[in-house]
Protein backbone atom coordinates (compact mmCIF):
# COMPACT_ATOMS: atom_id res chain seq x y z
CA UNK A 1 0.00 0.00 0.00
CA UNK A 2 1.63 3.45 -0.40
CA UNK A 3 2.01 5.84 1.97
CA UNK A 4 -0.51 8.59 2.60
CA UNK A 5 0.78 11.92 3.23
CA UNK A 6 -1.98 12.57 5.41
CA UNK A 7 -1.05 10.15 8.11
CA UNK A 8 1.64 12.81 9.88
CA UNK A 9 -0.94 15.72 9.45
CA UNK A 10 -3.93 13.62 11.08
CA UNK A 11 -1.08 12.27 13.96
CA UNK A 12 -0.47 15.85 14.64
CA UNK A 13 -3.89 17.04 14.98
CA UNK A 14 -4.71 14.04 16.95
CA UNK A 15 -2.12 15.21 19.69
CA UNK A 16 -3.71 18.69 19.40
CA UNK A 17 -7.55 17.99 19.23
CA UNK A 18 -10.17 16.41 21.26
CA UNK A 19 -11.95 15.38 18.31
CA UNK A 20 -10.43 15.03 14.42
CA UNK A 21 -12.89 14.59 11.96
CA UNK A 22 -11.08 12.33 8.25
CA UNK A 23 -13.23 12.80 5.73
CA UNK A 24 -13.27 11.44 1.89
CA UNK A 25 -15.35 9.67 -0.61
CA UNK A 26 -15.74 6.04 0.37
CA UNK A 27 -12.76 3.65 -0.78
CA UNK A 28 -10.44 6.31 -0.75
CA UNK A 29 -8.21 4.79 1.77
CA UNK A 30 -9.96 6.10 5.09
CA UNK A 31 -10.23 3.07 7.33
CA UNK A 32 -6.74 1.58 6.29
CA UNK A 33 -4.88 4.89 7.41
CA UNK A 34 -6.95 4.60 10.14
CA UNK A 35 -6.43 0.96 11.13
CA UNK A 36 -2.83 1.61 10.57
CA UNK A 37 -2.43 4.47 13.40
CA UNK A 38 -4.80 2.03 15.64
CA UNK A 39 -2.39 -0.74 15.17
CA UNK A 40 0.43 1.70 15.98
CA UNK A 41 -1.53 2.02 19.29
CA UNK A 42 -2.24 -1.47 20.23
CA UNK A 43 -4.72 -1.41 23.00
CA UNK A 44 -5.33 2.37 23.30
CA UNK A 45 -7.13 2.27 20.16
CA UNK A 46 -10.80 0.46 19.52
CA UNK A 47 -12.33 0.64 16.24
CA UNK A 48 -16.40 1.09 15.36
CA UNK A 49 -17.66 0.29 12.17
CA UNK A 50 -21.36 2.45 11.93
CA UNK A 51 -22.25 0.52 9.37
CA UNK A 52 -22.18 -3.00 10.77
CA UNK A 53 -25.58 -3.36 13.33
CA UNK A 54 -23.15 -4.78 15.92
CA UNK A 55 -21.84 -1.86 16.03
CA UNK A 56 -24.26 0.81 16.20
CA UNK A 57 -25.91 -1.51 19.29
CA UNK A 58 -22.68 -0.73 21.31
CA UNK A 59 -23.65 2.72 20.69
CA UNK A 60 -27.31 2.20 22.03
CA UNK A 61 -26.08 4.31 25.55
CA UNK A 62 -23.12 6.29 23.61
CA UNK A 63 -22.17 7.95 26.75
CA UNK A 64 -21.90 4.52 28.53
CA UNK A 65 -19.66 3.02 26.23
CA UNK A 66 -17.40 5.75 25.51
CA UNK A 67 -16.74 6.62 29.12
CA UNK A 68 -15.70 3.44 29.26
CA UNK A 69 -13.44 3.61 26.84
CA UNK A 70 -11.64 6.62 28.39
CA UNK A 71 -8.03 6.92 27.90
CA UNK A 72 -7.69 5.23 24.25
CA UNK A 73 -8.27 6.42 20.92
CA UNK A 74 -11.99 5.18 20.04
CA UNK A 75 -11.89 5.33 15.93
CA UNK A 76 -15.68 5.88 14.90
CA UNK A 77 -16.11 4.94 11.29
CA UNK A 78 -18.77 6.40 8.56
CA UNK A 79 -19.90 8.73 11.42
CA UNK A 80 -22.55 10.29 9.39
CA UNK A 81 -24.64 7.06 9.75
CA UNK A 82 -25.44 7.92 13.40
CA UNK A 83 -25.96 11.87 13.59
CA UNK A 84 -27.01 12.09 16.87
CA UNK A 85 -23.84 10.70 18.88
CA UNK A 86 -21.98 14.06 18.36
CA UNK A 87 -24.25 15.91 21.34
CA UNK A 88 -22.76 13.07 23.39
CA UNK A 89 -19.32 13.56 22.22
CA UNK A 90 -19.51 17.39 23.32
CA UNK A 91 -20.41 16.91 26.85
CA UNK A 92 -17.46 13.69 26.89
CA UNK A 93 -15.00 16.46 25.64
CA UNK A 94 -15.85 19.17 27.59
CA UNK A 95 -15.69 16.51 30.72
CA UNK A 96 -12.24 16.01 30.02
CA UNK A 97 -11.29 19.58 29.34
CA UNK A 98 -12.61 20.52 33.33
CA UNK A 99 -9.93 17.83 33.94
CA UNK A 100 -7.39 19.23 31.90
CA UNK A 101 -7.23 17.00 29.29
CA UNK A 102 -7.54 18.53 25.91
CA UNK A 103 -5.51 16.50 22.94
CA UNK A 104 -7.22 13.38 21.16
CA UNK A 105 -9.55 10.95 22.11
CA UNK A 106 -11.74 10.68 19.27
CA UNK A 107 -11.35 9.74 15.29
CA UNK A 108 -14.34 10.39 13.23
CA UNK A 109 -14.47 8.93 9.54
CA UNK A 110 -17.04 10.09 6.61
CA UNK A 111 -17.68 9.52 3.62
CA UNK A 112 -19.68 13.12 3.50
CA UNK A 113 -18.09 16.05 2.84
CA UNK A 114 -17.75 18.98 5.52
CA UNK A 115 -20.68 20.87 5.24
CA UNK A 116 -23.12 18.43 5.23
CA UNK A 117 -21.56 17.22 8.68
CA UNK A 118 -21.27 20.50 9.99
CA UNK A 119 -25.42 20.15 10.11
CA UNK A 120 -24.86 17.93 12.99
CA UNK A 121 -21.54 18.75 14.25
CA UNK A 122 -21.93 22.29 15.00
CA UNK A 123 -21.84 21.44 18.74
CA UNK A 124 -18.66 20.41 17.97
CA UNK A 125 -17.42 23.81 17.43
CA UNK A 126 -13.67 24.73 18.46
CA UNK A 127 -13.23 20.83 19.58
CA UNK A 128 -12.68 19.37 16.03
CA UNK A 129 -10.62 19.91 13.45
CA UNK A 130 -11.69 18.26 10.03
CA UNK A 131 -9.05 16.54 7.26
CA UNK A 132 -10.19 15.51 4.00
CA UNK A 133 -8.19 12.33 2.48
CA UNK A 134 -9.03 12.41 -1.26
CA UNK A 135 -7.70 9.70 -3.11
CA UNK A 136 -4.06 8.89 -4.22
CA UNK A 137 -2.01 12.16 -5.41
CA UNK A 138 0.79 12.59 -7.85
CA UNK A 139 3.02 13.37 -5.36
CA UNK A 140 2.08 9.98 -3.14
CA UNK A 141 2.23 7.62 -6.28
CA UNK A 142 5.36 8.96 -8.15
CA UNK A 143 7.78 8.82 -4.76
CA UNK A 144 7.47 5.57 -5.75
CA UNK A 145 7.05 5.33 -9.49
CA UNK A 146 8.04 8.19 -11.33
CA UNK A 147 6.92 6.54 -14.15
CA UNK A 148 3.21 6.52 -13.12
CA UNK A 149 1.86 9.60 -13.84
CA UNK A 150 -0.11 8.31 -16.94
CA UNK A 151 -1.29 5.41 -15.24
CA UNK A 152 -3.13 7.60 -12.49
CA UNK A 153 -4.56 9.60 -15.00
CA UNK A 154 -6.32 7.35 -16.47
CA UNK A 155 -7.01 5.00 -13.81
CA UNK A 156 -7.75 7.92 -11.01
CA UNK A 157 -6.17 7.66 -7.47
CA UNK A 158 -8.66 5.22 -5.53
CA UNK A 159 -5.86 2.67 -4.37
CA UNK A 160 -8.13 -0.52 -5.54
CA UNK A 161 -8.20 1.27 -8.95
CA UNK A 162 -4.58 2.24 -9.14
CA UNK A 163 -3.56 -0.70 -7.98
CA UNK A 164 -5.00 -3.12 -10.15
CA UNK A 165 -3.21 -5.56 -12.32
CA UNK A 166 -4.27 -4.08 -15.71
CA UNK A 167 -6.21 -1.38 -17.36
CA UNK A 168 -9.49 -4.18 -17.34
CA UNK A 169 -9.28 -4.86 -13.96
CA UNK A 170 -9.28 -1.16 -13.14
CA UNK A 171 -12.31 0.00 -15.27
CA UNK A 172 -13.89 -3.27 -13.68
CA UNK A 173 -13.21 -1.82 -10.45
CA UNK A 174 -14.33 1.12 -11.19
CA UNK A 175 -17.54 0.52 -12.91
CA UNK A 176 -18.56 -1.58 -9.19
CA UNK A 177 -17.60 1.10 -7.60
CA UNK A 178 -20.06 3.48 -9.89
CA UNK A 179 -22.76 1.26 -9.23
CA UNK A 180 -22.46 0.73 -5.31
CA UNK A 181 -22.27 4.35 -4.96
CA UNK A 182 -25.76 4.84 -6.83
CA UNK A 183 -27.66 2.00 -4.98
CA UNK A 184 -26.17 2.47 -1.74
CA UNK A 185 -24.01 5.40 -1.02
CA UNK A 186 -26.80 8.60 -2.68
CA UNK A 187 -29.59 6.84 -1.76
CA UNK A 188 -28.41 7.43 1.83
CA UNK A 189 -28.53 11.02 1.65
CA UNK A 190 -31.38 11.98 0.52
CA UNK A 191 -34.68 10.91 -1.46
CA UNK A 192 -34.73 7.89 -3.20
CA UNK A 193 -33.97 8.73 -6.79
CA UNK A 194 -33.36 5.96 -9.92
CA UNK A 195 -29.78 4.63 -10.35
CA UNK A 196 -30.42 4.64 -14.00
CA UNK A 197 -31.81 8.60 -13.79
CA UNK A 198 -28.43 9.49 -11.53
CA UNK A 199 -25.81 7.34 -13.50
CA UNK A 200 -27.10 9.33 -16.37
CA UNK A 201 -26.66 12.89 -14.43
CA UNK A 202 -23.47 11.73 -13.51
CA UNK A 203 -22.39 10.64 -17.16
CA UNK A 204 -23.57 14.30 -18.27
CA UNK A 205 -21.20 15.83 -15.93
CA UNK A 206 -18.02 13.86 -16.97
CA UNK A 207 -19.36 14.42 -20.52
CA UNK A 208 -19.12 18.38 -19.73
CA UNK A 209 -15.91 17.95 -17.30
CA UNK A 210 -14.60 21.21 -16.52
CA UNK A 211 -17.28 23.57 -18.08
CA UNK A 212 -19.85 26.07 -16.58
CA UNK A 213 -22.66 24.61 -14.86
CA UNK A 214 -25.94 25.06 -17.13
CA UNK A 215 -28.97 23.86 -14.89
CA UNK A 216 -31.50 24.17 -17.76
CA UNK A 217 -29.49 22.29 -20.04
CA UNK A 218 -29.05 19.53 -17.75
CA UNK A 219 -32.57 19.33 -17.01
CA UNK A 220 -34.22 19.18 -20.55
CA UNK A 221 -31.65 16.29 -21.08
CA UNK A 222 -32.95 14.64 -17.78
CA UNK A 223 -36.63 15.43 -18.02
CA UNK A 224 -36.66 16.89 -14.24
CA UNK A 225 -36.57 20.29 -13.27
CA UNK A 226 -33.66 22.78 -12.31
CA UNK A 227 -34.19 22.61 -8.33
CA UNK A 228 -33.83 18.78 -8.86
CA UNK A 229 -30.77 18.92 -11.04
CA UNK A 230 -29.26 21.24 -8.22
CA UNK A 231 -30.80 18.67 -5.60
CA UNK A 232 -28.87 15.70 -7.53
CA UNK A 233 -25.73 17.94 -8.16
CA UNK A 234 -25.55 18.94 -4.35
CA UNK A 235 -25.81 15.24 -3.14
CA UNK A 236 -22.37 14.30 -5.67
CA UNK A 237 -20.69 16.94 -4.09
CA UNK A 238 -21.55 16.02 -0.19
CA UNK A 239 -20.35 12.89 -1.49
CA UNK A 240 -17.03 14.24 -2.56
CA UNK A 241 -17.43 12.62 -5.62
CA UNK A 242 -17.90 16.55 -7.89
CA UNK A 243 -16.19 19.37 -7.15
CA UNK A 244 -18.23 22.77 -7.79
CA UNK A 245 -15.17 25.24 -8.57
CA UNK A 246 -17.01 28.59 -7.77
CA UNK A 247 -15.84 31.97 -9.58
CA UNK A 248 -13.97 34.90 -8.09
CA UNK A 249 -15.82 37.50 -8.21
CA UNK A 250 -14.27 40.54 -5.97
CA UNK A 251 -13.76 42.15 -9.30
CA UNK A 252 -16.72 44.89 -9.16
CA UNK A 253 -15.08 46.71 -12.10
CA UNK A 254 -15.48 43.76 -14.54
CA UNK A 255 -17.69 41.78 -16.04
CA UNK A 256 -17.67 38.14 -14.60
CA UNK A 257 -18.41 35.08 -15.00
CA UNK A 258 -20.62 33.92 -12.14
CA UNK A 259 -21.62 30.77 -12.62
CA UNK A 260 -19.65 27.71 -11.23
CA UNK A 261 -17.81 25.06 -12.89
CA UNK A 262 -18.08 21.33 -12.26
CA UNK A 263 -15.55 18.83 -12.51
CA UNK A 264 -16.18 15.05 -11.41
CA UNK A 265 -13.19 14.90 -8.67
CA UNK A 266 -11.88 11.60 -9.89
CA UNK A 267 -10.45 11.25 -13.32
CA UNK A 268 -10.69 7.66 -12.98
CA UNK A 269 -14.37 7.86 -12.28
CA UNK A 270 -14.43 10.32 -15.37
CA UNK A 271 -13.34 8.08 -17.54
CA UNK A 272 -15.20 4.90 -16.32
CA UNK A 273 -18.71 7.14 -16.77
CA UNK A 274 -17.63 7.84 -20.24
CA UNK A 275 -16.55 3.63 -20.82
CA UNK A 276 -12.74 4.88 -21.23
CA UNK A 277 -10.21 1.95 -20.42
CA UNK A 278 -6.64 3.18 -21.58
CA UNK A 279 -5.03 5.31 -22.30
CA UNK A 280 -4.90 5.37 -26.14
CA UNK A 281 -8.70 5.36 -26.11
CA UNK A 282 -8.22 8.69 -23.98
CA UNK A 283 -5.94 10.36 -26.09
CA UNK A 284 -8.16 10.31 -29.13
CA UNK A 285 -11.49 10.82 -26.91
CA UNK A 286 -12.70 14.97 -26.66
CA UNK A 287 -12.78 14.63 -22.95
CA UNK A 288 -9.15 14.17 -22.93
CA UNK A 289 -7.77 18.09 -22.15
CA UNK A 290 -10.68 19.13 -20.12
CA UNK A 291 -9.66 15.27 -17.40
CA UNK A 292 -6.63 16.39 -17.22
CA UNK A 293 -7.46 20.09 -16.36
CA UNK A 294 -9.69 18.19 -13.35
CA UNK A 295 -6.76 16.16 -12.76
CA UNK A 296 -3.91 19.24 -12.17
CA UNK A 297 -6.66 20.96 -10.46
CA UNK A 298 -7.48 18.47 -7.86
CA UNK A 299 -3.95 17.26 -7.17
CA UNK A 300 -3.37 21.32 -6.79
CA UNK A 301 -5.76 21.77 -4.24
CA UNK A 302 -4.30 18.64 -2.32
CA UNK A 303 -1.05 20.79 -2.09
CA UNK A 304 -2.84 23.71 -0.32
CA UNK A 305 -2.26 24.86 3.27
CA UNK A 306 -4.91 25.09 6.10
CA UNK A 307 -6.78 28.91 5.20
CA UNK A 308 -6.26 28.71 1.41
CA UNK A 309 -9.16 29.31 -0.74
CA UNK A 310 -9.84 28.10 -4.41
CA UNK A 311 -11.55 29.74 -7.19
CA UNK A 312 -11.24 30.05 -11.01
CA UNK A 313 -11.73 33.73 -12.98
CA UNK A 314 -12.94 34.32 -16.41
CA UNK A 315 -14.77 37.83 -17.49
CA UNK A 316 -17.02 38.85 -20.38
CA UNK A 317 -13.86 40.08 -22.01
CA UNK A 318 -11.76 36.78 -22.05
CA UNK A 319 -9.79 36.78 -19.40
CA UNK A 320 -9.45 33.50 -17.75
CA UNK A 321 -7.59 32.18 -15.05
CA UNK A 322 -8.08 27.91 -14.41
CA UNK A 323 -7.24 27.95 -10.74
CA UNK A 324 -6.95 30.97 -8.81
CA UNK A 325 -5.81 30.21 -5.09
CA UNK A 326 -5.78 33.18 -2.02
CA UNK A 327 -3.45 32.27 0.73
CA UNK A 328 -4.28 32.85 4.07
CA UNK A 329 -1.92 35.87 3.73
CA UNK A 330 -4.08 36.73 1.06
CA UNK A 331 -1.44 36.41 -2.18
CA UNK A 332 -3.04 35.46 -5.20
CA UNK A 333 -1.42 32.22 -7.22
CA UNK A 334 -2.49 32.00 -10.64
CA UNK A 335 -2.51 28.51 -12.33
CA UNK A 336 -3.21 27.68 -16.21
CA UNK A 337 -3.44 23.73 -17.12
CA UNK A 338 -1.91 22.76 -20.25
CA UNK A 339 -1.69 19.03 -22.07
CA UNK A 340 1.04 20.25 -24.83
CA UNK A 341 4.44 19.63 -23.98
CA UNK A 342 5.80 21.39 -27.33
CA UNK A 343 4.61 24.92 -26.52
CA UNK A 344 2.74 25.32 -22.91
CA UNK A 345 2.64 28.58 -22.96
CA UNK A 346 0.03 30.91 -20.97
CA UNK A 347 -2.99 32.70 -23.38
CA UNK A 348 -3.41 36.06 -23.88
CA UNK A 349 -5.89 35.72 -21.65
CA UNK A 350 -4.61 34.36 -18.41
CA UNK A 351 -1.97 37.29 -18.44
CA UNK A 352 -5.03 39.68 -19.01
CA UNK A 353 -6.39 38.34 -15.88
CA UNK A 354 -3.29 38.04 -13.54
CA UNK A 355 -3.01 41.77 -14.31
CA UNK A 356 -6.71 42.31 -13.50
CA UNK A 357 -6.12 40.75 -10.01
CA UNK A 358 -2.48 41.82 -9.46
CA UNK A 359 -1.60 38.27 -8.59
CA UNK A 360 1.51 37.69 -7.40
CA UNK A 361 2.65 33.85 -8.61
CA UNK A 362 2.28 32.75 -12.03
CA UNK A 363 2.27 29.48 -13.12
CA UNK A 364 1.73 26.61 -16.18
CA UNK A 365 1.14 23.50 -15.17
CA UNK A 366 1.97 20.61 -18.11
CA UNK A 367 2.64 16.83 -18.34
CA UNK A 368 6.49 17.34 -19.41
CA UNK A 369 9.59 16.60 -16.98
CA UNK A 370 11.20 20.43 -17.29
CA UNK A 371 10.77 23.00 -15.08
CA UNK A 372 11.82 26.43 -16.82
CA UNK A 373 10.41 30.09 -16.29
CA UNK A 374 9.45 32.26 -19.13
CA UNK A 375 10.35 36.02 -19.52
CA UNK A 376 6.97 37.36 -18.33
CA UNK A 377 7.63 36.72 -14.97
CA UNK A 378 5.58 32.78 -15.83
CA UNK A 379 7.02 29.27 -14.42
CA UNK A 380 6.53 26.29 -16.12
CA UNK A 381 6.04 23.79 -13.88
CA UNK A 382 6.20 19.58 -14.74
CA UNK A 383 2.48 18.38 -12.67
CA UNK A 384 4.86 16.20 -10.51
CA UNK A 385 7.15 19.17 -9.39
CA UNK A 386 4.24 21.33 -8.47
CA UNK A 387 4.57 22.81 -4.96
CA UNK A 388 2.33 25.00 -3.02
CA UNK A 389 4.91 27.77 -1.99
CA UNK A 390 8.57 27.72 -3.90
Known sequence: MIPRAAEPVLRQALERFPAV????????????????????LGDRAVYLDLELPSDRAKLQDAELYLSGHEGRLVILDEIHRTPDIFQTLRGLIDGRRRRGIRTGQYLLLGSASVDLLKQSAE??????????????????????????????????????SFLAPGDAESLEWRRAFLQTSLERDLPALGPRVPSETLYRFWQMLAHNQGQLLNAARLASGLGVSGQTVARYLDTLVDLLLVR??????????????????????????????????????????????????GFVIENGLALLPAGS???????????????????????????????????????????????????????VVYPGTERYALDSGVEIVPLAMLRATG
Open 21 to 40: GLLGPRQAGKTTLALEIASS
Open 123 to 160: SLAGRIRYIELGPLAVQEVLALDPGALDRLWVRGGFPD
Open 244 to 293: RLQPWTANPAKRLVRSPKTYVRDSGVVHALLGIGDRETLLGHPVAGPSWE
Open 309 to 363: RAWYYRTAAGAEIDLLVEHAGGALWAIEVKRSLSSPHPSKGFHLACEDLGVERRT
